[in-house]
């Protein structure tokens, strides 16, 4: 499910989902380069509430920043805050 949110990657990268699922997302991100089966931590931005997660990163599309095209990376959760749980269960039953 297409679904967008603003997300935080080890403090230090920012990104937007673009999908969505119980099992994982696909993030969009503008800088950043991950390689498959790195483990990575983060956040979901809610108002001012941290929905923590970890996860694995499962596959990379580099971008490009000539066409203004960010990178796509799909993450597989592996440790899901209650908070950010209930949020992809709500977002997914709409």
């Given at each position: 499910?297409?679904?967008?949110?603003?997300?935080?990657?080890?403090?230090t990268n920012?990104?937007?989902t673009a999908d969505l699922s119980n099992n994982g997302f696909c993030l969009e991100v503008p800088f950043a380069s991950f390689s498959p089966g790195k483990e990575i931590e983060g956040y979901v931005l809610l108002g001012e509430k941290e929905l923590t997660f970890?996860?694995?990163v499962?596959?990379?599309q580099?971008?490009?920043p000539m066409a203004s095209?960010?990178?796509r990376a799909g993450?597989?959760?592996t440790r899901v805050s209650p908070g950010?749980?209930?949020l992809i269960s709500m977002r997914l039953r709409r």
């Open positions: 499910m297409s679904v967008r949110l603003p997300v935080s990657i080890e403090r920012a990104a937007l970890r996860g694995k499962a596959w990379f580099p971008g490009n095209m960010w990178s993450i597989t959760l950010l749980r209930a």
